[in-house]
């Protein structure tokens, strides 16, 4: 019963987060904020609210830090990997495609993260000023960085307030929604995310009591690929009509996102985030810097070959902490 009990709050967790994807994008239309910061921070951040929740929730309510650890780095190496796969089915398509700057400044920031957690594990940058983690204060900083490079990316707003009110009509007459219902629908999602992500962690951590799985190993598995499905749901999405750009932006964007989460808990926490006391979150921290790296270099480099290799690497990465 808890396992149907877990597919279907994870099922419902995966429909909130499009349904909200769906209203931010409609949000998009009906203003003149732009698309690109929407869609690149806010709609990323939006599909990592199960992430965040479920982490915050796994560190407070049940005082499970390796859960809320094992979760944050299980979804951003399974993100990794999904973009993986993508990259070599759409290979001759996507190898024409160019990465935006910004992409890869946030995909160096994300591997800095790694670096900073693995500094913290060899006890160099584990100390506090005041009563943060110098960690915290080291990733927040990097998050700030990447939100910045991002919101670069904002491309240019509308010329005039007759197009936007013009597009705003348009996308009234096409759902039948105005703005203000339009934003209180995507609230009541979001709240809705909230309920079931704190559902989803007590119900990961039963599995793991059942299963000896430990709290690692849980976090990443359970929790990380159920609050990875937003994100995959939509990247999928973005490939098939091949908005490449954007989708390489909801993934990079969504785990950065996914480290700042990883702060909040830490700031909120009795006790210690940094948890590397479960060798599956060292393995997870070690394979998610190279996947990376690797993503890095697959969406730096011009020749497909490369790409491919690259990419099918971040797979290898995903199979070897399986493995472990």
Request: hydrophobic letters at 50%; glycine letters at 8%; proline letters at 2%.
């Given at each position: 019963?808890?396992?149907?009990a877990?597919?279907?709050?994870?099922?419902?967790?995966v429909w909130?987060s499009?349904?909200?994807?769906h209203?931010i994008?409609l949000?998009?239309?009906?203003?003149?904020?732009?698309g690109a910061?929407l869609g690149?921070v806010?709609?990323?951040?939006?599909?990592s609210?199960?992430e965040?929740f479920?982490?915050?929730?796994?560190?407070i309510?049940?005082?499970?830090?390796?859960l809320?650890?094992g979760?944050i780095?299980g979804?951003?190496l399974?993100?990794l990997t999904?973009?993986?796969?993508l990259?070599?089915?759409y290979a001759r398509?996507?190898s024409?495609t160019?990465?935006?700057?910004?992409?890869l400044?946030?995909?160096?920031?994300?591997?800095?993260?790694?670096v900073?957690?693995?500094?913290?594990?060899?006890?160099?940058?584990?100390f506090?000023?005041?009563?943060l983690?110098?960690?915290?204060?080291l990733i927040?900083?990097?998050y700030?960085l990447?939100v910045?490079?991002?919101?670069?990316?904002n491309?240019?707003?509308?010329?005039?307030?007759?197009e936007?009110?013009?597009?705003?009509?348009?996308?009234?007459e096409?759902c039948?929604?105005?703005?203000?219902q339009i934003?209180?629908r995507f609230?009541?999602?979001?709240l809705?995310i909230?309920?079931?992500?704190?559902?989803?962690?007590?119900?990961t951590d039963?599995?793991?009591v059942?299963?000896n799985?430990?709290?690692g190993l849980a976090?990443?598995?359970?929790?990380?690929v159920?609050?990875s499905?937003?994100?995959?749901?939509?990247?999928?999405?973005?490939?098939?009509?091949?908005?490449?750009n954007i989708?390489?932006?909801n993934i990079i964007?969504?785990?950065?996102f996914?480290f700042?989460?990883?702060c909040?808990?830490?700031l909120f926490?009795?006790?210690?985030?940094?948890?590397f006391?479960?060798?599956k979150?060292?393995?997870?921290?070690?394979?998610?810097?190279?996947?990376?790296?690797?993503?890095?270099?697959?969406?730096?480099?011009?020749?497909?070959?490369?790409?491919?290799?690259?990419?099918l690497?971040?797979?290898?990465?995903?199979i070897?902490?399986?493995?472990m």
């Amino acid at each position: 019963m808890i396992y149907i009990a877990y597919i279907v709050v994870a099922s419902l967790v995966v429909w909130f987060s499009i349904k909200a994807s769906h209203y931010i994008d409609l949000i998009d239309q009906k203003t003149s904020l732009s698309g690109a910061f929407l869609g690149g921070v806010l709609l990323s951040a939006v599909t990592s609210l199960p992430e965040m929740f479920t982490s915050i929730s796994a560190t407070i309510l049940i005082d499970k830090p390796s859960l809320c650890i094992g979760n944050i780095l299980g979804s951003d190496l399974f993100n990794l990997t999904i973009l993986g796969v993508l990259i070599p089915c759409y290979a001759r398509s996507f190898s024409r495609t160019r990465t935006s700057r910004g992409h890869l400044a946030v995909c160096l920031y994300l591997f800095l993260s790694y670096v900073v957690l693995l500094l913290n594990m060899l006890n160099i940058v584990d100390f506090h000023i005041w009563t943060l983690n110098i960690s915290t204060i080291l990733i927040l900083a990097l998050y700030a960085l990447s939100v910045k490079h991002l919101a670069a990316e904002n491309g240019t707003l509308p010329e005039g307030a007759v197009e936007a009110e013009s597009a705003e009509e348009d996308v009234e007459e096409e759902c039948g929604l105005s703005l203000r219902q339009i934003v209180t629908r995507f609230v009541l999602v979001s709240l809705g995310i909230i309920v079931l992500s704190v559902v989803l962690t007590y119900i990961t951590d039963d599995i793991a009591v059942r299963l000896n799985l430990g709290a690692g190993l849980a976090g990443a598995i359970f929790l990380g690929v159920a609050t990875s499905l937003p994100e995959v749901s939509s990247t999928i999405a973005l490939f098939r009509i091949g908005n490449y750009n954007i989708a390489v932006g909801n993934i990079i964007g969504s785990n950065i996102f996914n480290f700042f989460v990883l702060c909040c808990a830490d700031l909120f926490s009795r006790l210690p985030v940094y948890d590397f006391t479960d060798p599956k979150v060292v393995g997870l921290m070690i394979f998610g810097g190279i996947s990376t790296l690797l993503m890095l270099g697959s969406l730096g480099i011009k020749k497909r070959g490369w790409k491919v290799t690259l990419a099918l690497s971040t797979i290898i990465c995903y199979i070897g902490f399986l493995m472990m």
